[in-house]
């Protein structure tokens, strides 16, 4: 199968929930449900990754470090670069989604053993 490259470079927020997340065997973990930008850079720092369910029924919300994803441009989707035991024993919420403050921030990076970012204003 020949390399391509994606048809498109930039993320549109809203079709992030269809974009496949995989793990590095190539097995399907779920979606990509949304990306936490930080407001001063533009960059995104975490992804919030939707697992499980069945018509909406049951999902589960993971949200980890962006830079433990990986992007694959051949198949076009991401893929997660930690061990799934790792990413499903992680932060997550199913119903009421945490507010994603400094406090949030830090705990999923403790988790996930990466250096944290400031995401104050000030």
Do not use: C, H
């Amino acid at each position: 199968m020949a390399q391509t490259e994606p048809t498109q470079l930039l993320l549109q927020s809203n079709k992030a929930d269809t974009m496949p997340i995989r793990s590095r065997d190539g097995d399907k973990i779920g979606t990509l449900f949304s990306l936490m930008v930080n407001k001063r850079t533009g960059r995104a720092v975490y992804a919030v990754l939707s697992i499980g369910g069945f018509l909406g029924m049951g999902k589960a919300y993971y949200p980890i470090p962006f830079s433990l994803l990986a992007f694959d441009p051949v198949n076009d989707t991401y893929v997660v670069t930690i061990d799934r035991r790792v990413l499903e024993g992680g932060p997550s919420w199913a119903a009421n989604a945490p507010e994603f403050d400094q406090a949030y921030a830090d705990r999923v990076s403790k988790y996930y053993d990466v250096a944290g970012e400031d995401l104050s204003l000030g």
